[in-house]
């Protein structure tokens, strides 16, 4: 039987993306999905409908494909070992897999590595918070469920004293970590194949709108200095090679207000930090993780014009059908790239695609990037 | 029945890379061509194996599409006229394709339309040809076949004395055309849509290697005045108005030696002379017809950066199973985007791919453009 080259644990918009920009080299792939008609189900040359902890799935993905990825956290990294020993090739290796889905075992590899990190405590029970707080000192601090938080999900902001008030979020394991007083949030992309050739992606950073304080779009590349760039570098490279990573990997990262820059947590997979290199940079986290799946070189990372790259989310107070209020005036704006997920219908907050800017410099891409936030609506279809 | 998006007659490159840069919009394609495996087979959604001249295989089509368009001009132009007469809506019309298949009717437009195009002359029998030739006064022309030639086939360039001499290349009629002393060779390729809104893309150039005289690659921007840049934009939007065109074209342009632009011919769809268009432009020749047929507003044309395309040619000498020699040195490369066909096999001279290079600026181009072109080299796989 003649293989697929790819075969992706997890069928949603990074596998979508995966493989669209795997096409141009003839790449073929295959897909894992719970869901039957998920995003790059509709595109994978085979798309296998079963949960993504179910092992005689994992077998069948593995069958049929030269080497293994995947696109999501979420999978049984124990059977991804038992794979791996049977001779399947895995990428990342599910090892780090492991190390990544406990925030309990990600923080103490930062420590043993020395790597600069926020201070935390690990917690077993809500009993163990307040003694644990009050030994560190913390009074400002982010509770993190140590496994199965995504997307905010698992993770509480918090001050000292609603531990005393009894307001204890999470019954399970818990890191807790003291608040930085975070003056920039980083992302870096990471690329690191098999021979230990490393690529960084220049460092986006989040734009926040100074008056509701939220995070808007990302930009690239970052408004920092050259030293805290170097530095944002160093560390995102040092981390991946320390854990010996092949693959891509998103090292988020905060720069507190001492201008130190310190890890937050690495995702082992293209990342929503990412999406603008498809058209931002010479070569994509997508195309490059290709390139290291199929182990052709690493291709530049370099910046093709600086971008910009704003969410597409489901609107609140409805779900089902769906489409972009003003997706007329959005097309008539020159380097914008608009993205859809292929989901078939919005839940509130649900990411149903992407935009992508380009501008020939930054003061224009704000400009470009402010307007387009705010023609950026989801409404019932 | 739910239908699919896009119809595409023709399974070949332009279709792929239609249906590629149709994917971040979630559109579904349909193809159909002769050939069960073909280029764009791999990733449409639907496709059907029929002849491009079979009306059931056409008539099939069109039932399952929203809309049909052609990546190639060998189809049957009448039965389409009679789909269209239907109530199929086919983008070009069918009208457009009848003129374009026929270059005796494609010159005979231009000069009705007082558009610029060389001299000419129509013959239908071998023994019409001096008589014709001696009357014009040509004593270097190009013999075009009227139906049927493709790349280089049915053309030949030749001199009065050939035609004494009885070397005559084809029986079947054929258009003379007075040989232009040619400065430059252009390319524009025009997006028009059915509201009448026209954009056009930069003229590319084909760059000459001055000592072998041969094309070596497609360069955008072209190296001529603002003024010849004018004309050419002007003439190639006033020839597709004229057409009443709706669609993407590409205008094929002589600048002759007296700095007139004349058109040669046109070719009804995303073209070769467009793929740059992909990296190097906001929008692309084939998201620009995926926005056109489905009715939504043009894209801007603008450039990214500087541009340049190298096809991928079969080797001479053998036919079979391919490889890029010096994939890995490509790579390596920034801004080099190497786009293979799947084609199943090489043969000499066979479009198995083309390579894109950005650059930041028109001499690193150059330079970038010619290291690539010794690398491209396809050998038995």
């Given amino acids: 039987m003649s293989k697929y080259d790819i075969g992706i644990i997890g069928g949603g918009q990074l596998g979508k993306m995966l493989i669209e920009e795997g096409l141009r080299y003839n790449v073929s792939f295959a897909t894992l999905d719970a869901e039957l008609n998920s995003p790059a189900s509709y595109i994978s040359y085979h798309h296998i409908q079963g949960s993504l902890y179910d092992t005689a799935s994992l077998q069948q993905l593995a069958a049929i494909s030269n080497v293994?990825?995947?696109?999501?956290?979420?999978?049984?990294?124990?059977?991804?070992?038992?794979?791996?020993?049977?001779g399947h090739i895995i990428i990342p290796a599910p090892q780090i897999l492991k190390i990544i889905q406990n925030k309990a075992l990600q923080k103490q590899f930062y420590t043993q590595h020395h790597i600069p990190t926020a201070q935390f405590v690990l917690v077993n029970k809500p009993h163990d918070w307040l003694a644990a707080l009050q030994?560190?000192?913390?009074?400002?601090?982010?509770?993190?469920?140590?496994?199965?938080?995504?997307?905010?999900k698992g993770v509480a902001l918090m001050h000292i004293s609603d531990v005393v008030n009894g307001a204890i979020p999470f019954d399970e394991p818990c890191v807790l970590e003291q608040l930085v007083q975070c003056s920039k949030e980083l992302s870096i992309i990471v690329a690191r194949n098999a021979a230990g050739h490393v690529q960084c992606y220049p460092a986006v950073e989040m734009a926040f709108d100074p008056i509701a304080n939220l995070v808007t779009y990302l930009q690239c590349p970052a408004d920092i200095s050259e030293s805290i760039a170097e530095q944002a570098k160093q560390i995102a490279t040092q981390v991946i090679e320390r854990l010996n990573g092949i693959g891509i990997f998103a090292v988020e990262l905060f720069v507190n207000e001492q201008g130190q820059v310190l890890v937050n947590e690495i995702a082992p997979r293209p990342h929503n930090s990412g999406h603008h290199t498809i058209e931002g940079n010479y070569t994509s986290q997508y195309?490059?993780?290709?390139?290291?799946?199929?182990?052709?070189?690493?291709?530049?990372?370099?910046?093709?014009?600086?971008?910009?790259?704003v969410n597409i989310l489901g609107g609140q107070g409805f779900t089902g059908a769906y489409k972009l209020k003003h997706e007329k005036e959005l097309l008539q704006i020159a380097g914008v790239y608009i993205h859809l997920y292929h989901k078939a219908e919005s839940k509130p907050n649900r990411k149903l695609g992407h935009i992508t800017i380009l501008a020939p410099d930054v003061a224009s891409l704000h400009t470009k990037a402010k307007a387009v936030m705010q023609l950026t609506q989801i409404v019932p279809a």
């Fill in 68 to 86: 293994l990825t995947y696109e999501i956290e979420f999978t049984d990294a124990h059977y991804l070992e038992q794979l791996q020993q049977q």
């Fill in 135 to 152: 030994q560190s000192g913390f009074t400002q601090f982010a509770a993190k469920l140590c496994q199965g938080g995504y997307d905010g």
């Fill in 287 to 309: 195309e490059q993780l290709v390139r290291i799946l199929l182990n052709k070189p690493l291709g530049d990372t370099g910046i093709v014009q600086p971008s910009a790259m």
